[in-house]
């Protein structure tokens, strides 16, 4: 008999208007477990926490926290029950410090104020107990996103909480931040808590979690043991679909070379690299974290100054133009960060998708109908907004990701340098992605792209280029590559043993 759940929920419905965003849904979360919630954006992820954590009130359905019926009507309810949220956006107050923040709102015993000392002596107990060392009179501001992070999760600590929901706790993370995380995690479970875990990674989701929750369309899929499934079922559960069919057929027979870096190099990329892109190509980089793939990136869209070597694009010689000018000239450039450095959140989709076709024919110029243009690539790439007045802020991380990839259609780029292309979108829309990036390629350009996930450029790229310490290392084709053959090639440890 499995012991009785920590929270269960069984019926869970809710709509707005119309639209019913969750039915009929269940869900299980017994002590000590690490609890997957997977699903596709517009899956009822983000409606299911959200009832959970006292956002929303359900229509239908019971919520039972160790065996007892709840019914939230705030926040703070779910909050004084032991249920804290760990939201993508934090609710700290940068001008405060850490132990300010952790007891913003919080009253002592009988409802008196805490005093200073007492706040002190109560963060570094909350802060030890996740084994961090941070100082508690530290500005939150002054902290990096992994440290702030770690201050959400010890307002749960300092709750008490038995259920913490984490909603894609990684996103704005380094790798090392990321292991920190999860052994904060896995000590949270060790300690008979509850986590529910929402993450598009799917390496992260079989790397931390116990149990893995399906939904689609608002309902409930199945419940299986992560060690008892795998990545293609999980997907095939969310999208209907199996792993093979996300990715579209590689390109029979790459054209002539339209980008050529010869001994290029730059302050920030010290070594020579050569690589060639021919016309109806992806290339991957593959490497560990941190190797040189965002140099290269900066150095070949002209972030980085050349400090020697050659770049040539279709022909001409464009190693000494700036950024804008080899803009011009037709390369194309998707950050990493879509929200720091890839959209104006101010704007709307269509000044958005417009910015770098305008650019492109100089100051105070305008492209001719290129309000139908942006509409015909909102209804090519599949965004989901009513019109191309909808404000950018407001999209999903996946529409996000379509309205940066929009910017290049439209300016009518040649090369395309792609960041993390699906980096925070789910399923669904990275399948939208790769069709599209595919048929930019297939249209006669290029593009370079680097992944963190070795699984999609395997399957996205027809060649792929390994970086390690600056230098490229290795050049096998996708097909038929395997992620252990190119571990072998980024990690260092092997060349020196083989030497």
């Not at 986590?195 to 199945?222: N, P, Q």
């Not at 965002?294 to 040539?312: H, Y």
């Not at 310490?469 to 090639?489: K, M, N, Y």
Request: glycine fraction near 12%; include cysteine; hydrophobic fraction near 45%.
């Amino acid at each position: 008999m499995a012991a009785t759940p920590l929270i269960q929920v069984e019926g869970l419905s809710k709509s707005f208007g119309p639209v019913k965003a969750l039915r009929d849904m269940q869900l299980v979360g017994h002590a000590g477990k690490v609890h997957a919630v997977m699903g596709e954006n517009g899956a009822g992820k983000s409606t299911l926490m959200k009832l959970l954590s006292g956002v929303f009130r359900p229509d239908a359905g019971t919520i039972r926290l160790r065996g007892e019926t709840v019914q939230f009507n705030h926040p703070s309810d779910a909050h004084h029950a032991g249920i804290s949220t760990i939201f993508q956006e934090f609710s700290l107050l940068p001008n405060l410090s850490v132990a300010e923040n952790l007891f913003l709102g919080r009253t002592g015993e009988n409802g008196r104020a805490v005093g200073r000392g007492e706040m002190k002596a109560r963060t570094v107990a909350a802060l030890a107990a996740l084994d961090l060392r941070i100082d508690p009179d530290r500005r939150v501001g002054a902290l990096s996103v992994g440290q702030q992070q770690m201050i959400e999760i010890a307002k749960g600590v300092l709750a008490d909480a038995s259920v913490f929901i984490f909603d894609e706790p990684t996103a704005a993370l380094a790798s090392h931040e990321v292991e920190t995380l999860f052994a904060l995690i896995r000590r949270l479970a060790g300690e008979g808590k509850v986590i529910f875990y929402i993450s598009h990674r799917l390496s992260e989701i079989f790397a931390i979690c116990d149990d893995i929750t399906i939904m689609k369309d608002g309902a409930f899929v199945r419940c299986v043991p992560a060690a008892e499934t795998n990545v293609d079922e999980v997907i095939q559960g969310m999208v209907g679909r199996p792993i093979e069919e996300l990715f579209e057929p590689r390109a029979a027979q790459p054209g002539s070379v339209l980008l050529s870096a010869k001994d290029l190099r730059g302050e920030a990329s010290p070594h020579p690299l050569s690589l060639e892109i021919r016309e109806g190509e992806i290339v991957g980089i593959a490497g560990l974290e941190g190797q040189g793939q965002q140099e290269l990136m900066r150095l070949l869209a002209g972030f980085d100054k050349a400090d020697g070597g050659s770049l040539v694009l279709g022909g001409d010689a464009i190693e000494g133009h700036s950024a804008r000018r080899r803009m011009a000239a037709g390369i194309g450039f998707v950050p990493e960060s879509r929200k720091d450095d890839g959209l104006f959140l101010s704007l709307d989709i269509g000044a958005n998708m417009a910015t770098a076709a305008i650019a492109r024919r100089g100051i105070l110029s305008w492209v001719p109908g290129i309000r139908q243009q942006v509409g015909g690539i909102m209804k090519d790439l599949a965004v989901k907004a009513p019109n191309a007045r909808t404000a950018v802020v407001d999209l999903s991380g996946g529409n996000q990701q379509k309205v940066v990839l929009g910017r290049w259609l439209l300016a009518g780029a040649r090369i395309l340098l792609c960041e993390e292309p699906t980096r925070g979108v789910d399923v669904g829309a990275k399948r939208e992605i790769y069709r599209q990036l595919r048929q930019f390629a297939a249209g006669g350009h290029g593009i370079l792209v680097t992944s963190r996930e070795l699984p999609e450029l395997i399957g996205l790229c027809d060649r792929l280029l390994v970086i390690r310490d600056g230098r490229i290392v290795a050049e096998v084709p996708a097909e038929g590559a395997t992620e252990s053959e190119l571990l072998r090639a980024a990690l260092p440890a092997v060349e020196s043993q083989a030497a």
